[in-house]
């Protein structure tokens, strides 16, 4: 199996690449995926698209949490390492609402799955940001939206979160380092959410139309910049 490790090293002290720590190429059985279809509690819902989200995942905490129901063993589990991972890009409206569901589709190829499983470890995770954002994107195909959301996390780059763990850190004090290391990039342009606990959960990015950096809505979710931030290092 093939190997992707860390740039970091290629990178500026305390700069790492956005890609996994260490991740193996999966195997066959890691890659069944079920339908992920509109319900009651998600409904389709047909939305102009006012602007987008780039939702990454803070994946030590991820693995740490209390459900473990979703957990992928891909991600948790055996020799792999990630840090962040791409959750999803995700079209939002004009509003408060965003369109999700717009359109019936199939299952995710094998072929599909395997190229992006580095960026986000779960199969079936993919197959949801597609049936339910994807969808919504106009004229895409799933390789294409999955190539746009993958080359937007590919881009990013992060503070030493090692050292960053380590001390008393505000949300708007992690926005500002992670926006220190990315060109473009200001604090307002992003949310930080984190769990009950106030450990690191998510960062989105807010972009606008033609995807880049723009300043969050009021209403985008988050915590509050002045909110305590704690971040899980797990096996890192």
Known sequence: MIRLLAAAALMLPGVAAAQALQCNVPSTADLSVRADLPSAREPKRLLPI?????????SPQFCRGENRATRSPFQCGGENRFGFVLHGLWPDGVGKEWPQYCRSTTLLSEATLRANMCATPSAQLLQHEWAKHGTCMPGQT?????????????????????????????AGALATAI???????????????????G??????????KRFRYAKCPAHQGGVKPGTRVKIWRGRR
């Not at 006012?50 to 803070?58: C, K, M, N, Q, R």
């Not at 993958?150 to 960053?164: C, E, I």
């Not at 220190?180 to 990039?185: E, H, M």
């Open 50 to 58: 006012g602007h987008y989200t780039l939702a990454i995942s803070w």
């Open 142 to 170: 799933p390789d294409g939206y999955f190539r746009r959301a993958t080359g937007l996390f590919q881009r990013l780059r992060y503070p030493n979160m090692d050292a960053l763990s380590r001390r008393p850190l505000t």
């Open 179 to 197: 926006a220190r290391t990315n060109r473009g990039l200001r604090a307002d342009m992003m949310r930080i959410t984190t769990d009950k606990g």
């Open 199 to 208: 450990w690191l959960d998510e960062v989105w990015l807010c972009l606008d």
